[in-house]
């Protein structure tokens, strides 16, 4: 096995948490009654519906489109009628306008074959990627064809797949690698040939053995001297597969500040997104449904399920029978960058990876106090900036002078607030700041 | 906070095999005032009252242990008066203080009552009579620490009270001379240190540094001709050890960034040395990191972590 990688500066070690939905397969979910399919599912302008209330949609109809700027169409993941336009809960956003369907649960699924991707020209790629509502399903939402065609000035050499899943917790990419190798890897063979290189590695922490093993062998089938695919173990360590942090792990490159990844020649995809660019180009599937992880003690019976995008928190809670009475917190995302929510009735969208029901024993509800300098947050900061002076600037009435400290450089992976011995709110106190301080 | 309790535990143990009973009752004294005094001060300025986080009872402890054991026990009520009420909570409570409360508080009782905090150094006991200090008067058994003989009455003298060499070593290792209450030991808040080191609760930047700084320079100017100083007995001495891992580490006193946290380190030891060989007084621990406390922010504002991405003009 090849030595293994990590970033150098900060980082944490939190409990990895894994143990109750690692072993689970994949399971595929019993799709409810009804869909809110949020608008805006992606950093960008929100779909404009091309639909009308009361219409009739299939399975895999664009149901939403992009009227201008940066943006995907959206599609229906169930055939049924559209129910009305309305407004969704938004674990960020608070709410978010929405199509609701009824689903037709007569209408027999979709059945979807290989086409001869190898026959097709990178451009019409690109626009199968494109048209089947493609974005970075790991997290940030950003639209994939638009990584798949950078600047022409800065060629890209390498293609990484980020497959560390560092956030506690979440198994969704982990079973993803165990049961869809090959579909991961023939999607790498998509990207590379979209974007003209040869190199892809597949970055997954050293925890998931399994993963890496089975990773591996789906590699080496098939990568030739032309194409070559390596998997690449690296540290368990917090946060690895963040983009800036897992380039320099793989390449030893450091993205510039407010750069893209293209800058130093890299390009980025998480491996659940090569997954969907498998369907899309290679069965032309549309990106409808999601993988995703529920655990914690708080959910009666955690899984790894495959979902429709727009199923609510509430109709997966009813699946896996309910909640524990030890139930404390409802969290979306990971437990380090996800976000507490005070409602079920949230529909899962195309990035949602995980719901956590933490019980008490799993979260720390310290009151937080004052910070006593002790500098760990500046121990832990992957990106070298200094958490308490933000912290400090922020309680004392001054957000606005924070730049000086880099608060937009933070990419909010909580590394701070995880070490902070007074359990101060360092991750909303930048925010706080981001909103008020100048570029 | 309650870790670095437990390390500060056993050279209290110690003393009173050293002193005798009463450095148990000072202690207990400085302890309960600053909890105390920490409570009625939040009560009074209207702020959540924090003592369970253990952070008056260290100032407790530390104030006890930078006394001489011969000392009336009421003083340490007056210190942490001083510690907390003044130097902690009217500076803006923890988080906040300029100073290090502890070695404000020992400053201020060194001004205000000089002659207890100057003369009642007793001398080790030797047949672990721990009592017998009690009820007798301080005036006759009171002795000089090894620095306040070394300084005013030169090394012969020295060499005659103390014993030379290995043996000198071991007892002072050890914690068998006269001195403040709990920074004779050695070997324990050295092993107190290392375990705080273990825990990543310190790391070795401002004790190391300032120590080397105590040892080089204590070597180099300490003796009757250049470097022929004895930096061992430099280290061992007056409150080095204790100050080191205990006084100059509090995390809010001190600069958070590493190379600020060296240069706070050889500033202690620099001014330490500077008014141990040249000051008033046969020690300068605590002064020597009360001056350099102010200049942990400036150090701070000064030596920033180096940025991942720096973003063009966003700062420096």
């Known amino acids: 096995m090849t030595s293994l990688l990590t970033f150098p500066k900060g980082g944490v070690h939190p409990p990895a948490s894994k143990g109750l939905t690692e072993n689970l397969a994949i399971e595929v979910m019993a799709t409810p009654d009804e869909l809110e399919i949020i608008l805006g599912q992606h950093i960008g302008a929100p779909c404009t519906p091309t639909v009308a209330p009361k219409d009739a949609v299939q399975e895999g109809q664009v149901i939403g489109e992009v009227t201008k700027g940066l943006g995907v169409p959206l599609h229906a993941p169930v055939a049924g009628t559209i129910k009305s336009f309305g407004m969704s809960g938004h674990p960020m956003r608070v709410s978010a306008p929405s199509i609701t369907i009824q689903t037709n649960k007569e209408a027999a699924p979709v059945q979807y074959s290989r086409c001869d991707w190898q026959k097709l020209a990178k451009e019409e790629l690109l626009a199968k990627v494109h048209g089947a509502g493609i974005i970075g399903i790991g997290g940030a939402g950003f639209p994939s064809h638009v990584k798949l065609s950078p600047p022409p000035d800065n060629p890209v050499d390498t293609l990484i797949l980020n497959g560390a899943e560092c956030e506690p917790y979440i198994t969704a990419d982990h079973r993803q690698m165990l049961e869809r190798a090959q579909e991961i890897v023939e999607g790498a063979l998509v990207i590379l040939k979209i974007l003209g290189i040869t190199k892809c590695f597949i970055g997954i922490e050293n925890n998931k053995p399994d993963a890496i093993k089975t990773m591996t062998e789906a590699a080496a089938a098939v990568s030739t001297p032309e194409h070559t695919v390596v998997v690449q173990p690296l540290q368990v360590k917090y946060p690895q597969g963040s983009e800036k942090q897992l380039i320099q792990a793989i390449t030893g490159r450091k993205v510039p500040g407010f750069a893209l990844p293209s800058a130093v020649g890299v390009v980025v995809h998480n491996v659940s997104t090569a997954r969907a660019i498998y369907d899309a180009v290679v069965l032309s599937k549309p990106l409808y449904e999601k993988v995703m992880t529920i655990s914690g003690k708080g959910i009666k019976r955690p899984a790894n399920l495959l979902v429709k995008v727009g199923t609510k928190v509430s109709d997966i809670v009813e699946y896996l029978g309910g909640v524990t009475p030890e139930l404390a917190k409802i969290v979306m995302g990971g437990p380090m960058m996800g976000f507490a929510v005070s409602s079920l009735d949230i529909p899962v969208t195309k990035t949602t990876s995980s719901v956590l029901f933490l019980a008490e024993d799993e979260i720390d509800t310290t009151p937080h106090s004052q910070c006593i300098r002790c500098g760990w947050c500046l121990e832990a900061c992957p990106m070298g900036l200094e958490p308490k002076e933000v912290g400090l600037y922020v309680e004392a009435g001054r957000p606005q002078d924070t730049g000086q400290f880099g608060v937009f450089e933070c990419f909010e992976c909580g590394c701070c607030a995880y070490v902070c011995p007074a359990k101060r709110p360092l991750v909303q106190f930048v925010r706080l700041a981001k909103m008020k301080a100048k570029r | ?316």
């Open chain 2, 1 to 316: 906070m309650w870790t670095v309790v437990a390390c500060l535990v056993p050279p209290l143990v110690l003393s009173v095999f050293i002193f005798g009973i009463q450095t148990l009752l000072i202690t207990a004294v400085s302890v309960a005032s600053c909890v105390a005094v920490e409570a009625a001060t939040q009560k009074a300025m209207g702020r959540k009252i924090t003592i369970s986080d253990g952070s008056a009872v260290i100032t407790g402890m530390l104030i006890a242990f930078v006394i001489p054991p011969g000392v009336s026990p009421l003083l340490p009520i007056l210190g942490a008066v001083m510690a907390i009420a003044i130097g902690k909570h009217l500076l803006g409570g923890i988080g906040y203080n300029i100073f290090n409360p502890a070695l404000l508080a020992r400053a201020f009782l060194l001004a205000t009552f000089p002659v207890a905090m100057t003369s009642a150094w007793l001398p080790p006991l030797s047949d672990m009579a721990i009592f017998s200090y009690l009820g007798t008067s301080i005036d006759a058994v009171a002795t000089a620490t090894p620095l306040a003989v070394l300084k005013t009455q030169g090394l012969g003298a020295f060499t005659e009270q103390f014993g030379a060499a290995a043996n000198l070593y071991t007892n002072f290792f050890l914690g068998w001379r006269p001195g403040s209450i709990g920074e004779t030991s050695g070997l324990l808040i050295v092993l107190g240190g290392l375990y705080l080191l273990y825990r990543g609760y310190i790391t070795w930047h401002i004790p190391v540094s300032m120590l080397a700084t105590i040892a080089l320079l204590s070597w180099c100017f300490g003796g009757e001709v250049l470097f022929s100083g004895d930096p061992l007995l430099a280290v061992l001495s007056g409150g080095a050890l204790l100050g080191a891992f205990f006084m100059a580490t509090d995390y809010v006193t001190s600069p958070t960034n590493k190379t600020s946290q060296l240069i706070f380190g050889v500033g202690i030891g620099a001014l330490t040395v500077l008014i141990r060989l040249k000051g008033g007084y046969p020690e300068g621990i605590c002064y020597a990191i009360l001056l350099m406390n102010p200049v942990s922010p400036v150090l701070d504002g000064f030596f920033k972590p180096k940025r991942f991405a720096p973003l063009q003009g966003g700062g420096k």
